[in-house]
């Protein structure tokens, strides 16, 4: 559904975007995360055809951005950060002049009370969206984003503003969503991002710097096994020590259960020594009680990313990922601010203002 490559814009001296390339799929929920003025923002408004690339391809379920805008943006509904709102209007006259905007050929009374019931908004539907609370003009923004059955479907921070319970069924919404189209999401909350995502990608300083799976960044850095065997410790240790791969193992002194023996192993990057250590205990009639991997929460990994964990940032490129599309590159020390030129674009000026703007160039 989407092709981004090579993506690079630049305000002024300064490049807020920096040769970013990935792609996604027809379904699937893709989180996008980093730091306060990475970048998130601006690539979501170079894909979304919002704002323009300085150089590189968005291409859109086989249209150009810049070369096809309309045949494009048919495929992508858009949500960002702060909701595109006639404040005057009532929520159901904006979303038909949103559906008529759009030039859907839906039936139109029918797709709008569909999408009203999924986001939630059926009781203030008759209501003037300025005297709405924060949270139901987040859902009236995502509801004009779902207007036509979007293939692609951009969100900015959709959950700010809503409380414990609209969280969850936005969440609940989004993973819906997800099985049928392209989803790109961003959220500062990582717990949400853990919640709803099947793949990550992390930029920093305008940089992709991982594009994974939310296991793999999971074991970023950590190679251990836990193995839990109904045997005889030594021997089992002795047996063990001869796989290929496996860099050391260590008998524990305690086991979890009676007539187990508890190892921890550390194995060779890239290396899953786990069908290897199934085909030789099963031969040797040593039942496997558990066997996990060490992990890292996913605020750990990102920690770790954004703040040039060379460890980190190794693991990704050695290829252990399953989705892994991109090699990492050294990290990226904090920028000092540079200095405006005079040809700056105002939008980059907008930076670090407090002002959640979904126009201005290198907001998050």
């Not at 009532?90 to 139109?108: E, G, I, N």
């Not at 509801?143 to 319970?165: F, H, K, S």
Request: glycine letters at 10%; proline letters at 5%; a negative charge.
């Amino acid at each position: 559904m989407v092709n981004v490559q090579n993506v690079t814009k630049i305000y002024g001296s300064r490049r807020v975007v920096d040769n970013i390339s990935f792609t996604l799929g027809d379904r699937g929920v893709l989180g996008f995360l980093g730091p306060n003025g990475a970048g998130k923002s601006t690539t979501m408004n170079i894909i979304a055809g919002y704002t323009s690339s300085s150089a590189g391809s968005v291409t859109v379920n086989g249209s150009e951005i810049l070369e096809d805008p309309i045949g494009a943006k048919r495929n992508v509904g858009y949500l960002p950060e702060r909701p595109p709102l006639y404040p005057d209007m009532t929520v159901m006259a904006y979303l038909s002049f949103m559906f008529d905007l759009k030039k859907l050929t839906l039936p139109k009374k029918a797709h709008i009370a569909e999408i009203c019931a999924a986001v939630g908004i059926v009781p203030v539907q008759k209501r003037i969206i300025k005297n709405l609370s924060k949270g139901f003009q987040q859902r009236v923004g995502l509801a004009q984003a779902m207007l036509g059955n979007p293939g692609l479907l951009i969100m900015d921070e959709p959950t700010v503003g809503l409380d414990p319970v609209q969280i969850l069924e936005i969440r609940g919404l989004i993973r819906e969503i997800g099985k049928k189209s392209a989803v790109i999401f961003s959220s500062h909350i990582l717990q949400e991002v853990q919640a709803v995502c099947d793949r990550v990608i992390v930029i920093n300083n305008g940089l992709l710097i991982a594009n994974d799976t939310l296991e793999n960044l999971s074991r970023l850095g950590d190679n251990r096994l836990f193995l839990s065997v109904e045997g005889p410790g030594e021997e089992v240790l002795l047996a063990i020590r001869i796989l290929p791969g496996l860099k050391s193992v260590k008998l524990l002194d305690h086991s979890r259960e009676q007539g187990a023996c508890d190892f921890e192993l550390e194995t060779e990057t890239g290396q899953d020594l786990r069908r290897d250590l199934f085909r030789l205990l099963a031969a040797k009639n040593w039942p496997i009680l558990s066997l996990y991997r060490s992990g890292i929460s996913l605020e750990d990994a990102f920690v770790r990313l954004t703040a040039g964990d060379n460890a980190a940032l190794a693991a990704l490129a050695s290829g252990s990922g399953d989705s892994a599309a991109t090699d990492a590159p050294e990290a990226p020390e904090a920028a000092a601010p540079e200095a405006v030129s005079g040809e700056q674009d105002p939008a980059a000026l907008a930076e670090d203002d407090g002002q959640p703007d979904a126009a201005k160039g290198d907001a998050e």
